[in-house]
Every structure is written in C-alpha cells, then in structure tokens.
C-alpha cells in the first residue's frame, strides 16, 4: 500500500477533471490510499463533498496538519494552540494592516479593522471587530490574506517568526498566510496518516506546488507542480504536469 498526499489549491486543482477522477478512482482501487493536504479548514471537507463529488477520499490533511480525519470525516487527530491568545494574535495582524483575520477555535470567526473590509465569501454572523472578539482558550490556525500583495504577506511572516516563532508556525502561501502551533505542518500531518493506515514513510509521496509545502516536499518523495514556485521545483524529487500523471506515473 501507498499514500498519495495532495495539495489542493493549486496543485489538485489544476487541470482537476474527468481523468483526475479517474485516475484516483483506479489508485485506491490498486489497494492505495489517496488525500488532500491543505491549510483550510476542517469544514472544507463539506465543501468538497458539495463541490467535487466525484472525488474519492481516504484521508483529509487540514490546518496545514493541525487536524487530521479518515474520509468519513472522523478524526484521527488534533493539535490546538493554548501558548498564545487568539486576541493577542489578531490584535497584532490587524495592527500589521492585515485587512481580515480568520480565527478558526471552536467556532470560527472573521475579524475585521472595518467591516468594508469583510470578503465577499464570509457570512456577516461570523463577522467581528477585535474588540469583540471573544476570549478563545485556543485555536486551531489563524489566517489572513493580503488581497495581490506577496510582498506584504512574505513581510508580515517575517515580523510574525520574529515575536511567535517559539510556539507558532507562520506559513506563507502566496498572498495568504497560516498560522498553526509550531510543532504542526504538513509534513507530521502526512505521518499521522501514515501512521493510521500502517504505512511505512517511504511508501508516501508528496505533490505541492508552493511555499508553505516546502516541509512535505523534503520530507518524502515528491513532486512539484509545473506550475508551482521554483523553491517547490528545485526540492521536489519529481515535476509533473498535473495530479492525474503523478498517479498515472507511480
């Protein structure tokens, strides 16, 4: 048995159709475990069951690692930050002009300097300024995004591996940024899944395509996206044009 972990923006959504499908369909069918590793949330796997269903899951890799679950959607794992408050944490990305924060606790929450600032994508409930932000005993992972700026996403985690870089993990993904525990990334969340389907490390293959799946890129065989940074290309073992010829390839 082997594993497959995919990235999904970017990676197993580029040229993502009828093949990929296929294609993955015909590697779990072989006996083989087949999942998305990704900095969204743990409720995208709705998502994807509402948007993509044709996509056939064994595992979901989400908060950039900080929560695992089986294709069901049971949990295999979970790491929760509790060294830093969620409000302190906000507080300093609103004050790094960071137009929106998503804070993902128990309850999810977007926190805007000015509510013209709220993304078209967010439910107005889940809205508030950080003074009304409540006080969160921990988080999952913080994000925000820097709407076409990478420049000022690629400051902004500088600054935040300089004050937090002890207890969290500040990942950069183009203009957005994760921001998960420190111990937690893609790559350990890769081996708990590994761990929980009893497969060795070197039957798991990593496909990526930017900088926030550095880790995993170098911790397993793994391919680049053609289409990914050149950072992701010159790690990777492997460049292939799409998911679907990485499986159609191993």
Not at 161 to 173: A, F, T
Request: charged letters at 20%; aromatic letters at 8%.
């Amino acid at each position: 048995m082997r594993i497959i972990g995919s990235d999904f923006d970017g990676t197993l959504t580029y040229k993502l159709g009828e093949e990929t499908y296929a294609a993955i369909r015909a590697w779990r069918e072989a006996g083989n475990k087949f999942g998305i590793v990704s900095g969204r949330p743990m409720s995208f796997v709705e998502e994807i069951r509402a948007n993509y269903p044709r996509m056939e899951l064994d595992f979901f890799v989400g908060f950039n690692g900080a929560a695992v679950t089986d294709g069901c959607g049971n949990l295999i794992y979970e790491k929760k930050c509790t060294e830093v408050s969620a409000t302190e944490l906000t507080a300093d990305l609103v004050a790094l002009d960071c137009p929106f924060v998503h804070v993902n606790s128990a309850a999810y929450y977007c926190v805007v300097a000015k509510k013209e600032n709220t993304p078209s994508w967010v439910d107005p409930h889940d809205v508030v300024t950080p003074e009304r932000l409540p006080t969160l005993p921990c988080f999952h992972q913080i994000s925000t995004q820097f709407p076409n700026d990478e420049a000022s996403a690629a400051a902004v985690t500088a600054k935040l591996r300089e004050k937090y870089g002890h207890i969290l993990n500040p990942l950069q993904n183009g203009t957005c940024i994760d921001i998960p525990h420190v111990t937690i990334n893609k790559t350990q969340g890769l081996l708990r899944v590994a761990e929980h389907f009893g497969v060795p490390r070197e039957n798991v293959i990593a496909v990526g395509d930017n900088v926030n799946d550095t880790d995993m890129i170098a911790a397993f065989y793994s391919y680049a996206m053609e289409n990914g940074v050149d950072s992701i290309k010159a790690l990777a073992d492997e460049i292939t044009p799409s998911v679907t010829a990485l499986i159609e390839r191993e």
